[in-house]
T-cell receptor, first 114, second 111 residues
Framework: KAGVTQTPRYLIKTRGQQVTLSCSPI?????VSWYQQTPGQGLQFLFE???????NKGNFPGRFSGRQFSNSRSEMNVSTLELGDSALYLC?????????????FGSGTRLTVV | ELKVEQNPLFLSMQEGKNYTIYCNYS?????LYWYRQDPGKSLESLFV?????AVKQEGRLMASLDTKARLSTLHITAAVHDLSATYFC???????????FGQGTRLTINP
């Protein structure tokens, strides 16, 4: 059974650019969540999608956006990159999100903004 | 606002010893998760605790949940070097489908 696939694994971008990260959940899972991990702030929730709808959003600026496709794959976009956006971005796959279901995390995308 | 606090944040111990990591959270929740993270790697699911009094064990690790005290513990028995990692607890924020994580406990086990 394939796990959660995140691409790319590593990215280096320049301030002001934009970036798109991709996450393919476990087959049959309809919920995809995104988290940002930094040494200073730890693991923080970005947003969660279920059946192509954003159900929840964390406290991040509007430069962070996402979407989910009909096959449950999700993309996250960050526009006008800042140095502080350098982080490990993790996506989590769940059957329906919460309520007794586990969350399986992908390997992450490490974004470096220079 | 749901807050999750772990202690200790750093733990250095010798092989063969026992120790416990504590996870306190601030509001009612019946869903608590423990994860392990190795340096530069993703989060590996260890335990999902779904109800008050839940206890789960896997090898040298045992996790428990007391929802009335808003406390979960991760107990390590007879530690071995391979258990060196950072351990996170996370609480599901009800109705929000989001995990709120603790700060993590960096565990180092010395031979």
């Amino acid at each position: 059974k394939a796990g959660v696939t995140q691409t790319p694994r590593y990215l280096i971008k320049t301030r002001g650019q934009q970036v798109t990260l991709s996450c393919s959940p476990i087959s049959g899972h309809r919920s995809v969540s995104w988290y940002q991990q930094t040494p200073g702030q730890g693991l923080q929730f970005l947003f969660e999608y279920f059946s192509e709808t954003q159900r929840n959003k964390g406290n991040f600026p509007g430069r962070f956006s996402g979407r989910q496709f009909s096959n449950s794959r999700s993309e996250m976009n960050v526009s006008t990159l800042e140095l502080g956006d350098s982080a490990l971005y993790l996506c989590a796959s769940s059957l329906s999100g919460g309520a007794g279901y586990g969350y399986t995390f992908g390997s992450g995308t490490r974004l470096t903004v220079v | 606002e749901l807050k999750v606090e772990q202690n200790p944040l750093f733990l250095s111990m010798q092989e063969g010893k026992n120790y416990t990591i504590y996870c306190n959270y601030s509001t009612t929740s019946d869903r608590l998760y423990w994860y392990r993270q190795d340096p530069g790697k993703s989060l590996e699911s260890l335990f999902v605790l779904l109800s008050n009094g839940a206890v789960k064990q896997e090898g040298r690790l045992m996790a428990s949940l007391d929802t009335k005290a808003r406390l979960s513990t991760l107990h390590i028995t007879a530690a071995v070097h391979d258990l060196s990692a950072t351990y996170f607890c996370a609480v599901l924020r009800e109705g929000a489908q989001k995990l709120v994580f603790g700060q993590g406990t960096r565990l180092t086990i010395n031979p």
